[in-house]
């Protein structure tokens, strides 16, 4: 009896650190079926649209910026990591920073963007649009047949960095304007790359700007939103500033006319 109460009780503690080891679920603000970004974003277009010609007007247009500085950076914003975010943004900011300096900043938007993202998610399935290098011929910035398994509106990227430019906005707004200038020069830059329509990169905006609407609502998001708020205000006084010239560059680009 001893014995099978020992196997029992082996058994039991084997399931629970079997159970420890399984990461939690993330979830984001929003309660499940809270909000559907179906009855806001515009259908994405089809042929005989006006929108589905501009697109591809501004597919063919873009792909002589592939090779050049803005295209470049269109390369280079395909990276969505913390790290790179923040580098990215540093000189909007005025600062440079690293995540392990602003972790509750780090925290806020990864959780919100789970929201915005599976928003993203959703238009993505409903409408099953091709990526541009499927309609028409040209240059893309990242692997053709990474970006050919999944569908393009409304862009992920842009939705995703769009997510970052309100809420480090909201946290640095006397630094609004060029956080989300730079915020608008992140979707752009998947139309340089190649990999989204134009359409989808608004689209990107739309489901962020929307869906944060209805983050904003809630308690959650408030109370982790002003520790961050504090966290970064902290951090602005002790950060460093990034180097003059690159953000320069980085400046004229931002302001480049795409199409």
Same mark, same amino acid.
């Given at each position: ?40 974003? =515009? ?39 913390? &790290? ?58 990242? =692997? ?19 997510? /970052? ?39 990107? /905006? ?28 902290? &951090? ?5 500033? =990034? ?8 400046? &004229? ?7």
């Amino acid at each position: 009896m001893m014995r099978r109460s020992l196997s029992v009780a082996l058994g039991a503690a084997l399931l629970m650190a079997a159970g420890a080891a399984v990461p939690a679920e993330r979830i984001g603000y929003l309660a499940p079926g809270s909000f559907d970004i179906l009855g806001v974003l =515009p259908p994405a277009p089809v042929p005989g649209d006006p929108r589905y010609d501009a697109d591809r007007r501004v597919f063919r247009h873009t792909r002589r910026l592939l090779g050049t500085p803005r295209g470049d950076m269109a390369v280079n914003d395909v990276q969505r990591a913390p &790290a790179a975010m923040l580098q990215d943004y540093g000189c909007a900011l005025g600062i440079s920073l690293t995540p392990d300096r602003v972790p509750l900043t780090i925290a806020v938007i990864e959780k919100a963007s789970l929201d915005t993202n599976a928003q993203k998610d959703r238009a993505k399935d409903f409408y099953k649009r091709s990526r541009p290098f499927l309609i028409d011929r040209g240059a893309v910035c990242q =692997p053709r047949d990474k970006l050919a398994r999944t569908w393009d509106y409304p862009s992920g990227h842009t939705t995703g960095s769009w997510t /970052w430019a309100l809420i480090l906005a909201d946290l640095a707004p006397d630094h609004a304007a060029a956080i989300l200038a730079r915020g608008r020069a992140f979707g752009q830059s998947r139309a340089v790359c190649g990999a989204h329509n134009a359409s989808a990169v608004e689209a990107g /905006w739309m489901t962020a700007d929307v869906t944060m609407a209805a983050v904003r609502t809630t308690p959650a998001f408030q109370n982790d939103l002003a520790a961050a708020r504090a966290e970064f205000a902290a &951090a602005r006084r002790e950060a460093g500033a =990034p180097d003059v010239a690159r953000c320069a560059a980085e400046h &004229a680009l931002v302001g480049q006319r795409i199409y």
